[in-house]
């Protein structure tokens, strides 16, 4: 079964600096990679995804995760956080068959530092 | 431009008590989804459906029960509601086909007491 591993489920980060949230995936199969953001009293928001092609995928707000088959990693990353960064993040992973179900990690909360 | 609804944001319920929470998407989607969100446990699925008329159970479906009579609505059903059920409850949809991604709801935060 497809599963995710995210560390660390608080990360502080100071304001200007890298921001780096660390997924790791488990799949049988090829995966589809999801990275989801929830602000607070909100749903998920899709950030960005990787299917198939270019490994290097950007979504919105600036951040961007690659894709790493041989360290079966996605992390997510982004030069230089804002306070409006501070959310949930949530690496999810889905298979190309079968019944469109996502695997979700535990999630990263991420808090910035003035 | 709703994309996915769910009603109520907020409801307390008494030990024992049944409720129903509702989705609906206005974006055709075939697949539906709910999950449970408790904290530091990401998100579990409960029940999801292909389409209209189609269920199934996900990884924590004791104690709800879900319909899908159209391809827009979604309820999810509490019967003798129970502590362990004080979670935020989320609804999504997609497309059929895994490289999509699912459209969350605001949520429902659901306190037993």
């Known amino acids: 079964a497809q599963s995710v591993t995210q560390l660390g489920s608080h990360v502080s980060v100071s304001e200007g600096a890298l921001v780096l949230l660390r997924c790791n995936y488990s799949s049988s199969v090829p995966p589809y990679l999801f990275w989801y953001v929830q602000y607070p009293n909100q749903g998920l928001q899709l950030l960005l995804k990787y299917t198939t092609g270019a490994t290097l995928v950007k979504g919105i707000n600036g951040f961007e995760a690659e894709f790493k088959k041989s360290e079966t990693s996605f992390h997510l990353t982004k030069p230089s956080a804002h306070m409006s960064d501070a959310a949930e993040y949530f690496c999810a992973v889905s298979v190309y068959y079968g019944n469109n179900r996502l695997a979700f990690g535990k999630g990263n909360q991420v808090v910035v530092i003035p | 431009n709703a994309g996915v609804t769910q009603t109520p944001k907020f409801r307390i319920l008494k030990i024992g008590q049944s409720m129903t929470l509702q989705c609906t998407q206005d974006?055709?989607?075939?697949?539906m989804y709910w999950y449970r969100q408790d904290p530091g446990m990401g998100l579990k699925l409960i029940y999801y459906?292909?389409?209209?008329?189609?269920?199934d159970k996900g990884e924590v479906p004791n104690g709800y029960n879900v319909s899908r009579s159209t391809t827009e609505d979604f309820p999810l059903r509490l019967e003798l509601a129970a502590p362990s059920q004080t979670s935020v409850y989320f609804c999504?949809?997609?497309?059929?086909?895994?490289?999509?991604?699912?459209?969350f709801g605001d949520g429902t935060r659901l306190s037993i007491l």
């Open positions: 459906s292909v389409g209209a008329g189609i269920t």
């Open positions: 999504a949809s997609s497309y059929g086909t895994a490289n999509q991604p699912q459209h």
């Open positions: 974006m055709n989607h075939n697949y």
